[in-house]
């Protein structure tokens, strides 16, 4: 018997999910044995996969039933694969979409936090449009903020507007605003600090403090964290240097925390350091049961044919390992795992090129074997 039994919430969806996720359990099965802990796993449905089967069942059609969320809320970390696919492209109106499940579960767990980790892989580098000289040492935690600001703000549409349209002529005039209470700044921030100080104690915090009072109360928030946390050096940078920065100088970075719409843009331009989508994980932390994944979608191309990529899945392993069972050593193992693999020249076909020797080309499972 093991020492503790965490239970988790599989959620394999659609497209290449199925085929990712059986790697990561694969996985989840060694690291159990290894560190005498059972990691007990259950499917459930979301996705597509829960739209066909609930109107199958002549049940309320939905990506995200209620069964699952239940399993969700009760289990002690979530890991999902990818939805969406052709199949469901319905854009009617009133049409329940693949996308709806994945909005639902992260709003109903309370996930206010996303984590995307940037990591350069030595083997990889070739893949980056980046000098090479510029990758040295990129190791970056990006924290966005992932339930306020413009993206819950109120969004309103004013028709007839005297004056707003073409030669002052009545036009539409557009709404969207940007709102943030100092709690939800304050946990996102403090989060921040706290993965800095366990890394290479740095916290860049992003904002555009010369226009928006938002960003001035990040700000503010942001120099009181700062002096709680001595033994973390934090910064301020504005928004549009940081994306200067992060192609110009990258390494300079350790944790980096801004609000939702900035962390949506800078997080995909960070991602495209590595050069490879199929190399990246996210974690979305809150209030309930963490939930994480990889950045990729459910690749319906290549679908059951057995190659995709099940590198970004297994590092959303590792994110689950350290950020909701302190798991740090096996989390570590994990990641070294994937480096040596890589190092080892061991390829996915998307990672292969013309110069990888057929020998070295490997099937999904291959790769989870690899790994394992
Ligand atoms: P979404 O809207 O769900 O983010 P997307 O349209 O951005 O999806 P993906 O599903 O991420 O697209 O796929 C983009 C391309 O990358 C596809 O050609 C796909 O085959 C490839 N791809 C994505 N993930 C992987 C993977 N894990 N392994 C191999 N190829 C992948
Ligand atoms: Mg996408």
């Not at 962390?263 to 979305?284: N, V």
């Not at 099940?310 to 392993?317: E, R």
Request: net charge negative.
């Amino acid at each position: 018997m093991a020492s503790k039994t965490y239970r988790i919430c599989t959620l394999p969806g659609d497209g290449i999910g199925p085929e990712i996720i059986a790697e990561a359990k694969r996985l989840l099965e060694a690291v159990g044995t290894a560190c005498d802990v059972e990691f007990a796993c259950e499917d459930q449905l979301i996705g597509g996969a829960a739209i066909d089967a609930t109107r199958e069942a002549g049940e309320d059609v939905s990506a995200l039933p209620p069964a699952t969320l239940a399993a969700a809320e009760a289990a002690d970390a979530v890991l999902l694969a990818a939805v969406g696919g052709p199949k469901w492209n319905d854009t009617r109106p009133g049409a329940v979409r693949p996308e709806q499940g994945l909005l639902a579960i992260r709003k109903n767990l309370g996930l206010y936090l996303n984590l995307r980790p940037v990591r350069v892989y030595e083997a990889l580098r070739d893949a980056s449009p980046l000098r090479e000289d510029r990758l040295d040492g990129v190791d970056l935690l990006i924290v966005r903020e992932l339930t306020g600001g413009l993206y819950f703000g109120e969004h309103r549409r004013e028709h007839g507007v005297e004056g707003a349209g073409v030669a002052g002529a009545a036009g539409d005039k557009a709404v969207d605003t940007m709102e943030y209470s100092e709690y939800e700044i304050e946990r996102v921030i403090r989060w921040a600090y706290e993965a800095a100080a366990r890394r290479d104690g740095i916290v860049t915090s992003v904002d555009k403090a010369n226009v928006l009072e938002t960003s001035r109360l990040w700000r503010e928030v942001n120099h009181r964290l700062n002096e709680e946390y001595p033994d973390v050096e934090g910064e301020d940078m504005l928004v549009d240097n940081c994306a200067m920065q992060l192609v110009a100088n990258p390494s300079q970075f350790d944790v980096l925390v801004t609000e939702n719409t900035f962390g949506d843009i800078l997080s995909d331009e960070a991602s495209m350091l590595t050069g490879s989508l199929g190399m990246l994980a996210s974690a979305s932390l809150g209030t309930g049961t963490a939930l994480y994944e990889p950045s990729h979608g459910s690749a319906p191309d290549i679908a059951g044919k057995g190659i995709a990529n099940p590198i970004a899945q297994i590092l959303s392993v590792e994110l689950m390992l350290r950020y909701s069972f302190q798991m740090d050593d096996a989390a570590d193992d994990v990641a070294g795992a994937v480096e040596d693999v890589l190092n080892a020249g061991w390829r996915t076909a998307d990672l292969a090129d013309d110069d990888t020797p057929e020998d070295k080309r490997l099937s999904t499972s291959q790769m989870g074997d690899k790994i394992i």
